[in-house]
C-alpha cells in the first residue's frame, strides 16, 4: 500500500493535468471553485441503495433538486447507487466533472463522502442527515444537512393536546420510538413539551419498539398505550410506525405521522411532524448559487428555514388547529418559545 | 474444438444414432458457440427495447462499452478519454472480481450434479466474518491479518455451504430448498449484526445501522488506481488465480475426478467405488469456500464495512448462477462471463451513460434486461443447437433429415 500511494499520486496528477490541459469531453471549462462563472451552476446527486423511488430520503432530495432546477435554474444530475460499490465512483466522477455541489443522501455514504471530500479539496459536498462533525478528519469541503425535530415535535404536541382537551376525562398522549436516539428523542421530547404548554395536566407515556421494520411491534406497543388511556399516538419509528397509525385506526383515536405526510393513510393521522429533506437540498444550493455556502459545518434546518414542519391536519379534527398552530410557530421562530428539550428522560 | 463438419462420418449408420453422434460434436462445438449466440441475441433483444424507448441501440451500447472502461484496451484511446476508461476499467473488474468466485461457486457444485443456488448467502457469512475479523485485532500484523481474515471467511462460506451438502448426503433434502433456506438465514442474520443494538454494530457511529470500519492493515493494497478513491484492489489475482485452482482440482485430481463422476451419474458412480454422499459435502464445501472468499475479497478490497442495507441490496451470489451458466460451468467461461456481468453493471451505471442520451431510470433497467435475457437464452440452449443442427443439415442437401420410419409410429 505504502509503495503504491506514489505511483497513485502520480496518476491523479496526470490524470488532472489531462483534464486540464483538454478541457474534459463535456465542454465545461470552468473550475471547481467558481460560482459566478459561465453556465448555470451544476448540482450532483448521489443517491443511497434505497434508489430514486424510496417514498423516503432519496426522493425528497431529487424533489428539493427539481424545484431548483425550476426555480433557480441550475443544472442537475441525478446518480444512482445500486450499490455500495457505486458511492465513492459516483461521487468522485461529479467531483472530477467539475460540479459546483455534489449532495449525498444518507449515513450509508458516510465513509465515500469524507474520502471524496479529501481527495476533492475545491468540491463542495453536501450530506443529508449526517453531522459534519461525525465525518472521518471532518473535512472543511462538506456540509451536514441536520434537522431540528424537536420543533417539528412541538408544533405536533401542541395539536395534539388541544385536539384532545375538550374531552372528558384525564388526558393523556403517547409516542411510539424505534429506537433510543437523538433524531427520535429529538421528536419526542418536541412533542411532550408542546404537550405540556397546550395542556399543563397532560398525562405522557413513551416506548421505544427496538424495531424499524416490524409493524406488527409498533401496533403492540401502540395498543397497549391506547388501552392505558392514549389519545394521540406519535409513531417515530419509520416503517414500523405504520403500525401506530393502523392502531389508531382500529380504536379510534388519533395518531400523528412522521417525516413525510402520512395523512392519505387515513382520517386518524391528526397531522405529521415533516422532515424536509427537499427544502433543505433546495436551501443548500441556493447557498451556492448565492455565494453563501461555507463547507466544514452543518445546517440546521428548522421551522425558521421551513426545513420541519407539520402536514395537513385531518379533515375531522378541530377547525381551529391550524390557526392556533401557526401562532405557536410564529413563536418558535421569532425565538418567543425557545430552548426546546431534545432529550427524553 | 470444432469439428469439421462430420466429414469422416460413415456414409450409412442409422438415422437415430447419427442424430446423436452430430448433436454431441455440436455440444462440444456448442461450448463455445451458443454461449456467444446467447450473448448476442441477448444484446439485440436489448437493442430492440432500446429502439422502442426511442433511442439508438448502437450509441446506448457504444456509451455501455465505454462506461464499462472497455475502451482502455484500445490503443487509440488517448489523454483524458484514457484516465476515464482506465477508472471505469477498475471499478468494471471490482466487480468482475467476486463474480468471478460466485460463479465458480456454483459451477463446481453444478459439476458435481447439484444446484447451488446458495451462492449469496455464502458470500454473505464470508462478508459477514470478514467484517468482525476484519475490524477486530486492530494492531495485528497486516498482511497476517488479512490472511487470518481470507481463511476464516472461506471456512464460514465452506460451512455455510457445507449445511446444505450433509443434509443432502444424509437425508436425500434437495440443495436447491436448503439453500435458499440458508441465504435468507445469512440475509437476516446479517441484518441483525449490523443493526441498532447488533452485536456487530458500529461502536463509533452508534445512531445508524453500520458495522465498524475493517483495521487499515487489513485493507488489500490497492495496484490500479487512487487507494482513497475505490481503485483495484490485488483481490483480482486471487480472483483468478482461483480460476486455476477449479481447473486444477477438477481435471488433475482424484477428488476431482470423483466430483466430475457423480456428477454426471451418482449410481454409476456409486457402483465405481466412489462415496456420493461424501463427495456432495466436499463439494458443496468447495463451492461455499469461492462464494466466502468472494466475500472477503469485497470487504477487505473496497468495501471496508458493512450496513444493514447493503446486506439487503446485495446480488452477488444470485449473478454468479447467470455467470456460471453462462460460462458453462468452466473456468475460462466464468472469467468471461463474469467480465461481461461485470460490465454490463458498470457500463450501465447512472454516472457512465449520458442523460441526455439515455435516461438513467432507464439504463439500469436495461441492464437488468439484458441480464435477464441472457439467463433465459442460456436455458434455451438447447433450442440453439437444434437450429444449428437443422441449418447444417440444410446445408447438407437433406431437406427432409428424418424420413421416421413406421417402426417409432406403432402404439
Same mark, same amino acid.
Given at each position: 500500500?505504502?509503495?503504491?500511494?506514489?505511483?497513485?499520486?502520480?496518476?491523479?496528477?496526470?490524470?488532472?493535468?489531462?483534464?486540464?490541459?483538454?478541457?474534459?469531453?463535456?465542454?465545461?471549462?470552468?473550475?471547481?471553485?467558481?460560482?459566478?462563472?459561465?453556465?448555470?451552476?451544476?448540482?450532483?446527486?448521489?443517491?443511497?441503495?434505497?434508489?430514486?423511488?424510496?417514498?423516503?430520503?432519496?426522493?425528497?432530495?431529487?424533489?428539493?433538486?427539481?424545484?431548483?432546477?425550476?426555480?433557480?435554474?441550475?443544472?442537475?444530475?441525478?446518480?444512482?447507487?445500486?450499490?455500495?460499490?457505486?458511492?465513492?465512483?459516483?461521487?468522485?466522477?461529479?467531483?472530477?466533472?467539475?460540479?459546483?455541489?455534489?449532495?449525498?443522501?444518507?449515513?450509508?455514504?458516510?465513509?465515500?463522502?469524507?474520502?471524496?471530500?479529501?481527495?476533492?479539496?475545491?468540491?463542495?459536498?453536501?450530506?443529508?442527515?449526517?453531522?459534519?462533525?461525525?465525518?472521518?478528519?471532518?473535512?472543511?469541503?462538506?456540509?451536514?444537512?441536520?434537522?431540528?425535530?424537536?420543533?417539528?415535535?412541538?408544533?405536533?404536541?401542541?395539536?395534539?393536546?388541544?385536539?384532545?382537551?375538550?374531552?372528558?376525562?384525564?388526558?393523556?398522549?403517547?409516542?411510539?420510538?424505534?429506537?433510543?436516539?437523538?433524531?427520535?428523542?429529538?421528536?419526542?421530547?418536541?412533542?411532550?413539551?408542546?404537550?405540556?404548554?397546550?395542556?399543563?395536566?397532560?398525562?405522557?407515556?413513551?416506548?421505544?419498539?427496538?424495531?424499524?421494520?416490524?409493524?406488527?411491534?409498533?401496533?403492540?406497543?401502540?395498543?397497549?398505550?391506547?388501552?392505558?388511556?392514549?389519545?394521540?399516538?406519535?409513531?417515530?419509528?419509520?416503517?414500523?410506525?405504520?403500525?401506530?397509525?393502523?392502531?389508531?385506526?382500529?380504536?379510534?383515536?388519533?395518531?400523528?405521522?412522521?417525516?413525510?405526510?402520512?395523512?392519505?393513510?387515513?382520517?386518524?393521522?391528526?397531522?405529521?411532524?415533516?422532515?424536509?429533506?427537499?427544502?433543505?437540498?433546495?436551501?443548500?444550493?441556493?447557498?451556492?448559487?448565492?455565494?453563501?455556502?461555507?463547507?466544514?459545518?452543518?445546517?440546521?434546518?428548522?421551522?425558521?428555514?421551513?426545513?420541519?414542519?407539520?402536514?395537513?391536519?385531518?379533515?375531522?379534527?378541530?377547525?381551529?388547529?391550524?390557526?392556533?398552530?401557526?401562532?405557536?410557530?410564529?413563536?418558535?421562530?421569532?425565538?418567543?418559545?425557545?430552548?426546546?428539550?431534545?432529550?427524553?428522560? | 474444438?470444432?469439428?469439421?463438419?462430420?466429414?469422416?462420418?460413415?456414409?450409412?449408420?442409422?438415422?437415430?444414432?447419427?442424430?446423436?453422434?452430430?448433436?454431441?460434436?455440436?455440444?462440444?462445438?456448442?461450448?463455445?458457440?451458443?454461449?456467444?449466440?446467447?450473448?448476442?441475441?441477448?444484446?439485440?433483444?436489448?437493442?430492440?427495447?432500446?429502439?422502442?424507448?426511442?433511442?439508438?441501440?448502437?450509441?446506448?451500447?457504444?456509451?455501455?462499452?465505454?462506461?464499462?472502461?472497455?475502451?482502455?484496451?484500445?490503443?487509440?484511446?488517448?489523454?483524458?478519454?484514457?484516465?476515464?476508461?482506465?477508472?471505469?476499467?477498475?471499478?468494471?473488474?471490482?466487480?468482475?472480481?467476486?463474480?468471478?468466485?460466485?460463479?465458480?461457486?456454483?459451477?463446481?457444485?453444478?459439476?458435481?450434479?447439484?444446484?447451488?443456488?446458495?451462492?449469496?448467502?455464502?458470500?454473505?457469512?464470508?462478508?459477514?466474518?470478514?467484517?468482525?475479523?476484519?475490524?477486530?485485532?486492530?494492531?495485528?500484523?497486516?498482511?497476517?491479518?488479512?490472511?487470518?481474515?481470507?481463511?476464516?471467511?472461506?471456512?464460514?462460506?465452506?460451512?455455510?455451504?457445507?449445511?446444505?451438502?450433509?443434509?443432502?448426503?444424509?437425508?436425500?433434502?434437495?440443495?436447491?430448498?436448503?439453500?435458499?433456506?440458508?441465504?435468507?438465514?445469512?440475509? &437476516? =442474520?446479517?441484518?441483525? !449484526?449490523? @443493526? #441498532?443494538?447488533?452485536? $456487530?454494530?458500529?461502536? %463509533?457511529?452508534?445512531? /445508524?445501522?453500520?458495522?465498524?470500519?475493517?483495521?487499515?492493515?487489513?485493507?488489500?493494497?490497492?495496484? &490500479? =488506481?487512487?487507494?482513497? !478513491?475505490? @481503485? #483495484?484492489?490485488?483481490? $483480482?489475482?486471487?480472483? %483468478?488465480?482461483?480460476? /486455476?485452482?477449479?481447473?486444477?482440482?477438477?481435471?488433475?485430481?482424484?477428488?476431482?475426478?470423483?466430483?466430475?463422476?457423480?456428477?454426471?451419474?451418482?449410481?454409476?458412480?456409486?457402483?465405481?467405488?466412489?462415496? %456420493?454422499?461424501?463427495?456432495?459435502?466436499?463439494?458443496?464445501?468447495?463451492?461455499?469456500?469461492?462464494?466466502?472468499?468472494?466475500?472477503?475479497?469485497?470487504?477487505?478490497?473496497?468495501?471496508?464495512?458493512?450496513?444493514?442495507?447493503?446486506?439487503?441490496?446485495?446480488?452477488?451470489?444470485?449473478?454468479?448462477?447467470?455467470?456460471?451458466?453462462?460460462?458453462?460451468?468452466?473456468?475460462?467461461?466464468?472469467?468471461?462471463?463474469?467480465?461481461?456481468?461485470?460490465?454490463?453493471?458498470?457500463?450501465?451505471?447512472?454516472?457512465?451513460?449520458?442523460?441526455?442520451?439515455?435516461?438513467?431510470?432507464?439504463?439500469?433497467?436495461?441492464?437488468?434486461?439484458?441480464?435477464?435475457?441472457?439467463?433465459?437464452?442460456?436455458?434455451?440452449?438447447?433450442?440453439?443447437?437444434?437450429?444449428?443442427?437443422?441449418?447444417?443439415?440444410?446445408?447438407?442437401?437433406?431437406?427432409?433429415?428424418?424420413?421416421?420410419?413406421?417402426?417409432?409410429?406403432?402404439?
Amino acid at each position: 500500500m505504502r509503495l503504491i500511494r506514489p505511483l497513485s499520486v502520480v496518476l491523479v496528477l496526470v490524470l488532472a493535468l489531462a483534464a486540464a490541459g483538454c478541457g474534459g469531453g463535456g465542454g465545461d471549462k470552468k473550475s471547481a471553485t467558481s460560482t459566478q462563472g459561465v453556465g448555470p451552476l451544476r448540482v450532483g446527486l448521489v443517491t443511497d441503495t434505497g434508489q430514486l423511488n424510496d417514498r423516503g430520503f432519496n426522493q425528497l432530495a431529487y424533489q428539493g433538486l427539481l424545484r431548483a432546477e425550476k426555480i433557480l435554474g441550475v443544472k442537475g444530475r441525478v446518480l444512482e447507487s445500486p450499490s455500495p460499490a457505486d458511492y465513492v465512483p459516483n461521487l468522485s466522477t461529479l467531483a472530477r466533472q467539475g460540479y459546483d455541489l455534489v449532495v449525498a443522501v444518507g449515513f450509508d455514504q458516510a465513509a465515500a463522502v469524507a474520502k471524496a471530500a479529501a481527495a476533492f479539496p475545491n468540491t463542495r459536498f453536501a450530506i443529508i442527515d449526517v453531522s459534519q462533525g461525525d465525518l472521518q478528519d471532518k473535512p472543511k469541503n462538506v456540509r451536514g444537512l441536520v434537522f431540528r425535530e424537536q420543533e417539528a415535535g412541538y408544533l405536533a404536541g401542541y395539536a395534539a393536546a388541544l385536539q384532545i382537551k375538550s374531552t372528558p376525562g384525564p388526558h393523556v398522549i403517547s409516542t411510539v420510538g424505534g429506537e433510543k436516539q437523538p433524531p427520535v428523542d429529538r421528536y419526542i421530547a418536541g412533542y411532550q413539551a408542546g404537550a405540556k404548554a397546550a395542556d399543563p395536566t397532560i398525562r405522557l407515556l413513551n416506548g421505544y419498539s427496538q424495531d424499524w421494520v416490524d409493524q406488527a411491534k409498533c401496533k403492540e406497543l401502540a395498543l397497549s398505550q391506547i388501552a392505558a388511556g392514549s389519545q394521540v399516538v406519535f409513531a417515530v419509528a419509520g416503517g414500523c410506525g405504520l403500525g401506530v397509525l393502523d392502531a389508531a385506526k382500529e380504536k379510534k383515536v388519533w395518531a400523528v405521522g412522521v417525516d413525510a405526510d402520512q395523512g392519505y393513510l387515513g382520517r386518524q393521522v391528526l397531522t405529521s411532524a415533516l422532515k424536509k429533506v427537499d427544502q433543505a437540498v433546495f436551501l443548500t444550493i441556493q447557498d451556492v448559487k448565492d455565494g453563501t455556502f461555507v463547507g466544514g459545518a452543518d445546517s440546521v434546518f428548522g421551522l425558521d428555514k421551513d426545513g420541519v414542519g407539520l402536514g395537513a391536519f385531518s379533515k375531522i379534527s378541530k377547525p381551529s388547529l391550524p390557526r392556533v398552530v401557526a401562532k405557536v410557530r410564529r413563536q418558535i421562530i421569532s425565538g418567543v418559545i425557545k430552548n426546546l428539550p431534545t432529550t427524553v428522560s | 474444438m470444432i469439428e469439421p463438419g462430420g466429414n469422416e462420418q460413415p456414409e450409412a449408420p442409422p438415422a437415430k444414432a447419427q442424430l446423436a453422434l452430430g448433436l454431441a460434436q455440436l455440444q462440444r462445438a456448442g461450448g463455445l458457440v451458443t454461449p456467444v449466440i446467447t450473448t448476442l441475441l441477448a444484446f439485440a433483444i436489448g437493442g430492440v427495447v432500446v429502439l422502442a424507448a426511442g433511442h439508438d441501440p448502437l450509441a446506448t451500447y457504444r456509451a455501455i462499452f465505454d462506461g464499462a472502461g472497455l475502451n482502455w484496451f484500445f490503443p487509440w484511446v488517448t489523454g483524458a478519454d484514457r484516465a476515464n476508461a482506465a477508472l471505469n476499467l477498475q471499478q468494471t473488474l471490482i466487480i468482475t472480481t467476486p463474480l468471478i468466485l460466485t460463479g465458480l461457486a456454483v459451477a463446481f457444485a453444478f459439476r458435481c450434479g447439484m444446484f447451488n443456488i446458495g451462492g449469496q448467502g455464502q458470500y454473505m457469512v464470508g462478508a459477514i466474518m470478514s467484517v468482525w475479523i476484519g475490524s477486530s485485532f486492530a494492531g495485528m500484523t497486516g498482511w497476517l491479518h488479512i490472511l487470518l481474515t481470507v481463511v476464516l471467511a472461506m471456512l464460514a462460506g465452506a460451512a455455510w455451504a457445507g449445511i446444505a451438502g450433509f443434509l443432502k448426503a444424509t437425508t436425500g433434502a434437495h440443495e436447491v430448498i436448503t439453500t435458499i433456506m440458508l441465504n435468507w438465514i445469512a440475509y &437476516w =442474520g446479517g441484518s441483525y !449484526l449490523f @443493526g #441498532l443494538g447488533g452485536p $456487530l454494530q458500529s461502536d %463509533v457511529r452508534k445512531f /445508524v445501522p453500520i458495522s465498524s470500519d475493517v483495521a487499515d492493515g487489513a485493507k488489500l493494497p490497492v495496484f &490500479w =488506481g487512487d487507494p482513497q !478513491l475505490q @481503485g #483495484l484492489h490485488v483481490g $483480482l489475482f486471487i480472483a %483468478v488465480a482461483a480460476l /486455476v485452482v477449479f481447473w486444477v482440482i477438477l481435471s488433475r485430481t482424484t477428488l476431482g475426478y470423483q466430483v466430475r463422476a457423480v456428477g454426471y451419474n451418482p449410481e454409476a458412480a456409486r457402483y465405481g467405488g466412489i462415496s %456420493v454422499a461424501r463427495n456432495y459435502v466436499v463439494a458443496m464445501a468447495i463451492s461455499g469456500t469461492f462464494a466466502g472468499l468472494a466475500g472477503a475479497l469485497d470487504i477487505l478490497g473496497w468495501q471496508f464495512r458493512l450496513s444493514v442495507g447493503a446486506v439487503q441490496v446485495s446480488q452477488v451470489g444470485f449473478i454468479g448462477i447467470a455467470v456460471a451458466l453462462l460460462g458453462r460451468n468452466t473456468a475460462v467461461g466464468t472469467f468471461f462471463a463474469a467480465l461481461l456481468f461485470g460490465a454490463l453493471y458498470t457500463g450501465t451505471s447512472t454516472r457512465s451513460l449520458d442523460p441526455s442520451v439515455f435516461r438513467p431510470d432507464l439504463a439500469g433497467s436495461l441492464a437488468q434486461i439484458i441480464q435477464g435475457l441472457v439467463v433465459l437464452f442460456v436455458g434455451a440452449d438447447v433450442l440453439v443447437l437444434y437450429v444449428w443442427n437443422v441449418r447444417r443439415k440444410l446445408r447438407r442437401g437433406r431437406v427432409t433429415p428424418a424420413p421416421r420410419p413406421a417402426t417409432g409410429a406403432g402404439p
